[in-house]
């Protein structure tokens, strides 16, 4: 099978297209489609063979829950047991938008989709595309994101194709993703929300609207034990082929530390790959560079990290040394994201070496 990519304008999707993409969903199928974080491989979440079909095209394991997507916030009940009060006040703050919240699962929802636990993870996204595909194809669309498992999230329809393009009916291409990264996922089934994974919508953001929440002691516990409660973060999510390496320290030692290294591979007759900055990246005079973005704008690092990722496995470099970016809002998201491809390999620029 090979998948039928379709280019559709963000702001006036063709009505006929999103007919045809919704009924693929209503018959079983899988389609891709832009959400404004990262594309998602949409299915009807009602029907579990629908959901089966998106573990095996994806090759995910099986306890990996999906988020069931809706593009009507009335439709949020029919989901769940009960909607708490500091739920609905997040929906009203944040929807649509890049933002998961798990609540206890109702009946309706089958356990091929939840990978097996008793609640759903549900988002309504703010891209129009998905909206309306999300109406068309049944109201209730699981969708992870489109990558196979183990690859970096895709941000362009053109990722999606390199990594479904033969396993899967459709393809809506809107574009490249605002955000970049995946939804900010908050769990309403304890008492004090916690939020299972770092997105664009930030601790502090939630604070404004919850008053208290926590972090997830899986995500930040040095503790290799403590498990994380969202079982895909505990999947090492993305090791690009060659060696990934965080360099954090100040500015300046980051920038000497990795023209030292990148220097020594090409002595080794490596090709060192680099993740730099707009505001590094003409120090660099060896090896392959790529600009992330500007560190005045985090937006655009977050917008750019997977396709950087995803690059350097289309050329020859043997080793990549990244920068760590120091951004205050999205921090926690964005190297969260980058020292999970990373394997957590990270070193410590010192200062002696400016
Ligand atoms: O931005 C996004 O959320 C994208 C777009 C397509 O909407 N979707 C996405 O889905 O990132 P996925 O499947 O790649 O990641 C879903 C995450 C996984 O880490 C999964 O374990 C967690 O959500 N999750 C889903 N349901 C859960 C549940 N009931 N309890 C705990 N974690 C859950
Ligand atoms: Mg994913």
Not at 9 to 32: M, Q, T, Y
Request: with cysteine; net charge negative.
């Amino acid at each position: 099978m090979k998948a039928e990519l379709v280019k559709l304008s963000a702001e006036h999707p063709d009505p006929e297209v999103i007919r045809r993409a919704g009924s693929i969903l209503k018959k079983g199928g899988l389609v891709a489609f832009p959400t404004e974080t990262v594309y998602g491989l949409g299915a009807d979440a009602l029907d579990p063979a629908a959901s089966r079909r998106i573990y095996a095209a994806k090759g995910r394991p099986s306890d990996n829950p999906l988020i069931v997507h809706i593009a009507d916030i009335n439709d949020l009940s029919y989901l769940v047991k009960d909607i708490p009060e500091k739920a609905l006040a997040l929906s009203k703050a944040f929807w649509p938008g890049p933002l998961t919240m798990i609540f206890e699962k109702s009946e309706i929802v089958p356990k091929e989709t939840t990978g097996g636990l008793d609640s759903v993870a549900v988002r309504f996204p703010s891209n129009k595309i998905a909206q309306e595909l999300i109406l068309a194809g049944g109201r209730y669309i699981a969708a992870p994101s489109a990558n196979r498992s183990g690859s970096p999230s895709p941000t362009t329809a053109e990722h999606v194709a390199e990594d479904l393009g033969d396993s899967i009916d459709m393809i809506l291409d809107g574009g490249e993703s605002d955000v970049g990264l995946e939804s900010t996922i908050v769990d309403f089934t304890e008492e004090i929300p916690v939020v299972l994974r770092p997105g664009y919508i930030s601790l502090s953001m939630l604070q404004q609207v919850l008053g208290e929440v926590r972090m997830d002691q899986g995500l930040i516990s040095d503790d290799s034990s403590v498990h994380p409660k969202a079982p895909g973060m505990k999947y090492r999510h993305y090791a690009p082929r060659a060696d990934l390496i965080v360099v954090e320290g100040e500015e300046e030692a980051v920038v000497s530390a990795i023209i030292r290294m990148a220097r020594e591979a090409v002595k080794r007759g490596e090709l060192p790959g680099i993740i730099a900055t707009e505001e590094t990246f003409s120090r660099y005079q060896e090896g392959l560079v790529q600009c992330i973005g500007s560190r005045q704008d985090e937006e655009s690092i977050a917008r750019h990290l997977y396709h950087v990722l995803r690059s350097f496995d289309d050329s020859k470099a043997s080793v990549i040394y990244s920068e760590a970016f120091y951004t205050p809002r999205m921090g926690q998201a964005i190297m969260n994201r980058l020292l999970k491809a990373a394997g957590h390999k990270v070193i410590q620029a010192k200062e002696e070496e400016e």
